[in-house]
């Protein structure tokens, strides 16, 4: 069923667990998603990103749909959430859609122009009860050179959220996007800095470098809404690379993928599980 973020992400951060947010590369790999988080009976956040829409040939109401109906679907709270955004038009298309969270990504703008876009998609959004997302100082990985360097300055995220009216902020901590090895560090006194800072639930982008137990420290510290994608395509990848290496003959990608499906679903089941401390 379709939930409000908001209220998801406002519940795991009184408990202090975190909320597992997974990518939609595929269609396959989101009913996998669910049926991991449906099998754990845990919420979950489908994510389609700008990339996964340009990917589909540019078109977002086939896999769009998609993703949405399978949100809908769910025996368990789920959520149709835009990821990485930086057209705006394509925000609004989301939302037309249906989707019920987005996150629009003017990390790379110039501060002030980061602020007034936000701001105004923001309110476009909360005019049709729609959840915002968004990002501030911006977390490297996206151009495949990875700078897990970045900050956020506490003073600076609270003036963020206020000056825009997001629902939740995602932060440099120390993360990198699409890294393939779970070594990051994460700098946990500055995400209870900038807990402590702002008003609204913090979200790690990049989480896939990060170890299980460095993931269950930052969401002590005050992490809610985690990001995974790249430690998904890893797993999927090397099953259907290996069932691939051992059967020459396959050509079904039905029969190709399924071991790789599996194998998702069960890291999805895992990861849910340890964000929400179980
Ligand atoms: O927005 C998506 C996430 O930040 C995923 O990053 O591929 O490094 O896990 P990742
Ligand atoms: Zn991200």
Same mark, same amino acid.
């Given at each position: 069923?379709?939930? #409000?973020?908001?209220?998801?992400?406002?519940?795991?951060?009184?408990?202090?667990?975190?909320?597992?947010?997974?990518?939609?590369?595929?269609?396959?790999?989101?009913?996998?998603?669910?049926?991991?988080?449906?099998?754990?009976?845990?919420?979950?956040?489908?994510?389609?990103?700008?990339?996964?829409?340009?990917?589909?040939?540019?078109?977002?109401?086939?896999?769009?749909?998609?993703?949405?109906?399978?949100?809908?679907?769910?025996?368990?709270?789920?959520?149709?959430?835009?990821?990485?955004?930086? $057209?705006?038009?394509?925000?609004?298309?989301?939302?037309?859609?249906?989707?019920?969270?987005?996150? *629009?990504?003017?990390?790379?703008?110039?501060?002030?122009?980061?602020?007034?876009?936000?701001?105004?998609?923001?309110?476009?959004?909360?005019?049709?009860?729609?959840?915002?997302?968004?990002?501030?100082?911006?977390?490297?990985?996206?151009?495949?050179?990875?700078?897990?360097?970045?900050?956020? +300055?506490?003073? $600076?995220?609270? +003036?963020?959220?206020?000056?825009?009216?997001?629902?939740?902020?995602?932060?440099?901590?120390?993360?990198?996007?699409?890294?393939?090895?779970? #070594?990051?560090?994460? $700098?946990?006194?500055?995400?209870?800095?900038?807990?402590?800072?702002?008003?609204?639930?913090?979200?790690?982008?990049?989480?896939?470098?990060?170890? #299980?137990?460095?993931?269950?420290?930052?969401?002590?510290?005050?992490?809610?809404?985690?990001?995974?994608?790249?430690?998904?395509?890893?797993? *999927?990848?090397?099953?259907?690379?290996?069932?691939?290496?051992?059967?020459?003959?396959?050509?079904?990608?039905? +029969?190709?993928?399924?071991?790789?499906?599996?194998?998702?679903?069960?890291?999805?089941?895992?990861?849910?599980?340890?964000?929400?401390? +179980?």
């Amino acid at each position: 069923m379709l939930a #409000d973020i908001r209220e998801l992400a406002r519940d795991a951060a009184s408990h202090e667990v975190g909320l597992g947010a997974f990518n939609v590369v595929l269609l396959e790999h989101g009913e996998a998603q669910i049926a991991a988080a449906e099998a754990v009976e845990l919420p979950i956040i489908l994510q389609l990103s700008q990339n996964a829409v340009k990917y589909h040939r540019g078109w977002l109401e086939p896999i769009g749909s998609a993703v949405l109906e399978l949100a809908k679907r769910a025996k368990v709270p789920a959520v149709a959430h835009l990821d990485h955004a930086e $057209d705006i038009d394509l925000c609004k298309a989301a939302v037309e859609l249906g989707f019920n969270s987005i996150m *629009y990504d003017g990390s790379k703008l110039p501060d002030e122009e980061n602020r007034k876009t936000t701001a105004e998609i923001t309110k476009w959004c909360h005019d049709r009860g729609v959840s915002v997302e968004a990002e501030l100082g911006e977390v490297g990985g996206k151009n495949g050179v990875h700078d897990p360097s970045a900050r956020t +300055k506490p003073e $600076d995220a609270a +003036k963020f959220v206020e000056d825009t009216g997001v629902d939740l902020l995602a932060v440099a901590v120390g993360s990198s996007h699409a890294m393939t090895s779970r #070594d990051a560090s994460l $700098d946990n006194e500055l995400i209870a800095a900038i807990k402590a800072a702002v008003p609204v639930p913090l979200v790690l982008h990049g989480s896939s470098g990060v170890s #299980d137990e460095g993931m269950r420290a930052a969401i002590q510290a005050g992490m809610t809404k985690i990001n995974v994608s790249t430690h998904l395509n890893v797993i *999927y990848t090397a099953k259907v690379r290996e069932d691939l290496a051992a059967g020459p003959d396959l050509v079904d990608p039905r +029969k190709y993928s399924s071991n790789g499906n599996a194998a998702l679903q069960a890291e999805v089941e895992r990861l849910l599980n340890w964000y929400a401390g +179980k």
